[in-house]
């Protein structure tokens, strides 16, 4: 029947209570949020007390856009290279020498081997570098990654398959996306949205972020951190290369071929300033691996120069006054306050797997965000304003209480996003719309069937019970499709497809709480004081 305890009722007016707490700190400036975060007591968790605010996606306060795209030809240099090292160590294990050496080709190695004997035993070996590309957890082998194939006169071709490459292509997407997360993170921004686009594209949005330059730079940079030393003379060519330096205004110098120590090793990486000279430097420190690699390079080649090589340029080359055995050092070249700490961000978050090629960049301003929260929340306005009206003259005093259960039900849907976190682009403002029209329709559902049962010859009070309760069925069988509906949006969407899904999921959870709890408490609450003989409608 329609009565309600005390402690429903008072249970029922806090949860709207808190509702309003929790929606209320989107009013609020930035700068009185954190005011309201940093008076938290440190032993009261902070999502207890209202101060956070909806997140504003890129297309509400603006931001940078940003398509980049994994550079296949630099990832195939990188296999290539890879599977030249594999191959010469299993001639070393196989004790075999190739006649001419090994000759590179496009997409991978050749070599003669002329006798018949070492060429099958080559060839066992080999065919183990060939791996199946798949997910061996789910069961999913594919085609092998590497051909290994035998020619005339002893010829042997080890080479990359398309499927080889494709798959290469896919993890270094998967591992781009997460070196990029972590470098976004990194600058302070709220919510980015980084996300594999195409086969071998990643899109990444950047909410609030007006410096699209700084974030080219962060992004595009491969960040491959290596520490060589420099070649002294009577080096072998062959095991130098000659890399542009900082120091030199861009002149070449030789570096010699063997890597002591990769940027991989690195454990942290921070910005400061050197004690003497003032200046802007990066502290870096090793892991133990790292650190014992550079403390026995460093202890035998003291008085050499070690040159710090950073996406192919020498950016410092400082000479070994002593053993650096601690696992800890310091990068210095002239750096800016904001060079140094960009380099601290890139070598903390790790290298890219291969090179990335911008092909689409663009800014949104913050105006055109704002002309879209203004049309947005004009869209609101304008529909609850209209739905109000048609509820009111069709329902009469029940539609005041629908109204009413609507606004919470609106309310609530701002205190999740916050309480939450999530973010709210132009998409999400049309997903409150549409609640708005969903949360009214299953008021709908109620009232006709209370008057379809008072119609019948039930009494008052007897037809409003038969209505809510005949009528929740089909309420929560609707409103069960629209959430599958809106989650598989969210599972299989992105972007503002995704951020539509988040604001219809919480629209449907808080439907229920609106009109069918909240409406019936009011209800309840107006025939016990009443005690009217008629329905209002």
Same mark, same amino acid.
């Given at each position: 029947?329609?009565?309600?305890?005390?402690?429903?009722?008072?249970?029922?007016?806090?949860?709207?209570?808190?509702?309003?707490?929790?929606?209320?700190?989107?009013?609020?400036?930035?700068?009185?949020?954190?005011?309201?975060?940093?008076?938290?007591?440190?032993?009261?968790?902070?999502?207890?007390?209202?101060?956070?605010?909806?997140?504003?996606?890129?297309?509400?306060?603006?931001?940078?856009?940003?398509?980049?795209?994994?550079?296949?030809?630099?990832?195939?240099?990188?296999?290539?290279?890879?599977?030249?090292?594999?191959?010469?160590?299993?001639?070393?294990?196989?004790?075999?020498?190739?006649?001419?050496?090994?000759?590179?080709?496009?997409?991978?190695?050749?070599?003669? !081997? $002329?006798?018949?004997? =070492?060429? #099958? &035993? @080559?060839?066992?070996? +080999?065919?183990?570098? %060939?791996?199946?590309?798949?997910?061996?957890?789910?069961?999913?082998?594919?085609?092998?990654?590497?051909?290994?194939?035998?020619?005339?006169?002893?010829?042997?071709?080890?080479?990359?398959?398309?499927?080889?490459?494709?798959?290469?292509?896919?993890?270094?997407?998967?591992?781009?996306?997460?070196?990029?997360?972590?470098?976004?993170?990194?600058?302070?921004?709220?919510?980015?949205?980084?996300?594999?686009?195409?086969?071998?594209?990643?899109?990444?949005? !950047? $909410?609030?972020?007006? =410096?699209? #330059? &700084? @974030?080219?730079?962060? +992004?595009?940079?491969? %960040?491959?951190?290596?520490?060589?030393?420099?070649?002294?003379?009577?080096?072998?060519?062959?095991?130098?290369?000659?890399?542009?330096?900082?120091?030199?205004?861009?002149?070449?110098?030789?570096?010699?071929?063997?890597?002591?120590?990769?940027?991989?090793?690195?454990?942290?990486?921070?910005?400061?300033?050197?004690?003497?000279?003032?200046?802007?430097?990066?502290?870096?420190?090793?892991?133990?691996?790292?650190?014992?690699?550079?403390?026995?390079?460093?202890?035998?080649?003291?008085?050499?120069?070690?040159?710090?090589?950073?996406?192919?340029?020498?950016?410092?080359?400082?000479?070994?006054?002593?053993?650096?055995?601690?696992?800890?050092?310091?990068?210095?070249?002239?750096f800016s306050v904001q060079q140094a700490n960009d380099l601290a961000v890139l070598l903390r978050a790790g290298a890219l797997p291969a090179k990335l090629t911008i092909v689409e960049?663009?800014?949104?301003?913050?105006?055109?965000?704002?002309?879209?929260?203004?049309?947005?929340?004009?869209?609101?306005?304008?529909?609850?304003?209209?739905?109000?009206?048609?509820?009111?003259?069709?329902?009469?005093?029940?539609?005041?209480?629908?109204?009413?259960?609507?606004?919470?039900?609106?309310?609530?849907?701002?205190?999740?996003?916050?309480?939450?976190?999530?973010?709210?682009?132009?998409?999400?403002?049309?997903?409150?719309?549409?609640?708005?029209?969903?949360?009214?329709?299953?008021?709908?559902?109620?009232?006709?069937?209370?008057?379809?049962?008072?119609?019948?010859?039930?009494?008052?009070?007897?037809?409003?019970?038969?209505?809510?309760?005949?009528?929740?069925?089909?309420?929560?069988?609707?409103?069960?499709?629209?959430?599958?509906?809106?989650?598989?949006?969210?599972?299989?969407?992105?972007?503002?497809?995704?951020?539509?899904?988040?604001?219809?999921?919480?629209?449907?959870?808080?439907?229920?709480?609106?009109?069918?709890?909240?409406?019936?408490?009011?209800?309840?609450?107006?025939?016990?004081?009443?005690?009217?003989?008629?329905?209002?409608?």
């Amino acid at each position: 029947m329609l009565r309600y305890s005390k402690a429903k009722i008072i249970s029922i007016l806090l949860l709207t209570l808190l509702g309003f707490a929790y929606a209320a700190p989107n009013l609020f400036s930035e700068t009185t949020r954190e005011r309201i975060a940093a008076s938290v007591p440190s032993w009261i968790p902070a999502w207890i007390v209202p101060h956070r605010a909806m997140v504003l996606g890129l297309d509400l306060q603006g931001g940078s856009h940003v398509v980049l795209e994994v550079d296949e030809n630099d990832l195939i240099r990188a296999q290539v290279a890879s599977l030249r090292e594999d191959v010469r160590r299993i001639l070393r294990e196989t004790r075999i020498a190739p006649q001419g050496g090994i000759v590179a080709l496009p997409r991978g190695l050749q070599m003669r !081997v $002329p006798s018949e004997a =070492d060429r #099958q &035993r @080559l060839l066992l070996r +080999l065919n183990e570098l %060939a791996r199946p590309a798949g997910n061996a957890i789910l069961g999913t082998p594919g085609n092998s990654t590497i051909n290994v194939s035998e020619g005339a006169d002893g010829l042997i071709q080890v080479t990359l398959t398309d499927v080889g490459v494709t798959d290469r292509v896919r993890r270094a997407v998967d591992q781009t996306i997460e070196v990029l997360r972590r470098r976004v993170d990194a600058l302070g921004t709220t919510e980015p949205n980084i996300q594999r686009e195409g086969a071998g594209r990643v899109l990444v949005q !950047v $909410p609030g972020l007006q =410096d699209p #330059q &700084r @974030l080219k730079e962060i +992004l595009g940079r491969t %960040a491959k951190l290596q520490f060589r030393f420099i070649a002294e003379g009577g080096a072998n060519p062959a095991d130098v290369d000659m890399i542009p330096s900082r120091d030199n205004a861009g002149q070449p110098v030789p570096v010699e071929r063997r890597v002591i120590v990769e940027g991989e090793d690195l454990t942290d990486a921070q910005p400061a300033f050197d004690s003497q000279t003032s200046q802007p430097i990066v502290n870096f420190r090793f892991n133990l691996r790292g650190a014992q690699r550079f403390g026995q390079a460093t202890s035998e080649g003291v008085g050499r120069q070690l040159a710090i090589v950073l996406d192919n340029e020498v950016i410092s080359a400082p000479r070994i006054q002593t053993p650096i055995t601690g696992g800890q050092g310091q990068i210095s070249g002239s750096f800016s306050v904001q060079q140094a700490n960009d380099l601290a961000v890139l070598l903390r978050a790790g290298a890219l797997p291969a090179k990335l090629t911008i092909v689409e960049e663009r800014t949104v301003g913050p105006g055109l965000g704002q002309d879209s929260i203004e049309a947005g929340t004009l869209a609101i306005y304008v529909a609850s304003i209209f739905v109000a009206l048609f509820m009111l003259a069709t329902y009469g005093l029940f539609g005041i209480f629908a109204n009413i259960a609507l606004v919470v039900h609106v309310v609530f849907i701002l205190a999740l996003m916050s309480l939450l976190g999530a973010t709210l682009t132009l998409p999400g403002i049309a997903g409150i719309v549409l609640t708005i029209g969903t949360a009214v329709d299953s008021n709908v559902l109620i009232y006709e069937r209370i008057r379809e049962e008072a119609h019948s010859g039930r009494s008052i009070i007897s037809a409003i019970d038969a209505g809510f309760t005949r009528a929740f069925a089909t309420i929560f069988d609707s409103n069960s499709t629209m959430l599958i509906a809106a989650l598989i949006l969210f599972f299989l969407g992105s972007g503002p497809v995704r951020g539509f899904a988040v604001v219809f999921i919480l629209g449907i959870l808080t439907t229920v709480i609106t009109a069918v709890t909240m409406t019936r408490m009011m209800i309840a609450l107006w025939y016990r004081v009443a005690r009217p003989k008629q329905l209002p409608f």
